[in-house]
């Protein structure tokens, strides 16, 4: 069994409550332990009764890094339509001036992180099926476990304010203990199953893409992303935990996500990365261009072959590479990409891939790189602006966390989104699941529509929508 034998959170919540009377404000106490291995998915499983609702998973693409949250010490929320990502990054610099942080290991993703995203357009107009997450929505955990390089580590996070005394220690020391116990208990996952699939004007759709192609061959624009969304109705309510587990087993080269809000999900399983940032290190990914797996191994091959060599898609990915290299120069004093890309292969698709590394100048900050990046031209087209507008207008779709950054900051300024695509919304008995395609002067709508279609795939299978 875990057990945490030395603590100085009672220390810090003492302090803390002294310094909230003198200062009237909210003073955060975290404190970071390493501790016996727990398994991410069995902690996110047993946060369900408790922290149902407030509740995230975050697996790396690469490697075996984990992050899962359970409950929320603070919420960072905003509406805002522009400033959007300095906001953010002010209001949590702001709260953490006068924490008071017991870290001894001082690991990237332990101690403080807020973990969330970003809406993918602030200025679309908001529909009901987005009501519960705001346009810039993070949480800070009561309890965060961090699993990395075969070490796991436990942040306790609690914000204490004047009105509060020291038994909030002994609440808090309890409800660790508690949570640490339950992980070890049995969990059965409760089954449900798909009874109705429901394509939303897929006709409209496809008329949207022919227009599209009509002003890119008469206007300015390059590329505009168009995307769609398939409803999905279920015999029981969907068992967020099976959909994560297929994904972890399914989609184990991409990011797995889940964020929870009020009692809706957003989950998916991503590969596209948008940003990573390690001290002055950072990474990006160019994703554009795709093709289905083969069934086979030698048709498998004929398909990345084709790919490779296809104009079209070549030259869709060639405008995120040229877009991406500029934003990264605009803030990196070395950057480094290869000239030719290779093939990412996944379990229901393959895509052109270029990998991106830099040195963050001074003074660069990871939301600074995530606000310049987003949209890349993967999700939202080229020029960015008049594709935005174009997606406005003609884009029957509110995307909401579709196709943002999601993913997660620390308080030593380390952290990482991904381009959250290959996701879903889950709510109750039902789900949206999006998929998008990238519209340039050659595109045909009838071609797009299927790419869409095998861009559904790996949230249809997770859902129980494909069957083997």
Known sequence: MVTIQ???LKDGIHRAIEMAKKESASILVSEIHNIGFIDPFLFFIHGKDKYAGERFFWKESAGDKYMVGLGAAKQI?????TGRFFHVEKEWKQFLEKAIIFDHYHKSGTGPVA???FSFDPLKKKTKLWAKFANSLFHLPKFMLSVMEGEAYLTTNIVCTAQ???SIYDKLEQERQDLIKAVKQHFALKPFDLSEKIEIKPEEWKQAVTQVVKDIKNGPQKKVVLAR??????NAEVQVESVLQNLLTEQSDSYVFAFEANGDCFIGASPERLVKKENDRVY??????????GTNRRE????GRQLLNDAKNLGEHQYVVDMIKEAMEDTCSEVSIPNQPSLLKLRHIQHLFTPVKGKASPGTSLLMMAQRLHPTPALGGL???AALLKIREVEDLDRGLYGGPIGWFDYQGNGEFAVAIRSGLIQENEASIFAGCGVVGNSEAELEYQETKIKFKPMLSALGGIKS
């Open 6 to 8: 030395q603590t100085e």
């Open 77 to 81: 929320k905003s509406e805002q339509e």
């Open 115 to 117: 973990f969330g995203g």
């Open 164 to 166: 509060d005394d020291l």
């Open 229 to 234: 969304e398939l409803r999905l109705i279920f």
């Open 284 to 293: 990006s990914t160019c994703l554009a261009g795709s093709i289905a797996r």
């Open 300 to 303: 498998d091959e004929q398909l």
């Open 383 to 385: 020029p960015k602006v």
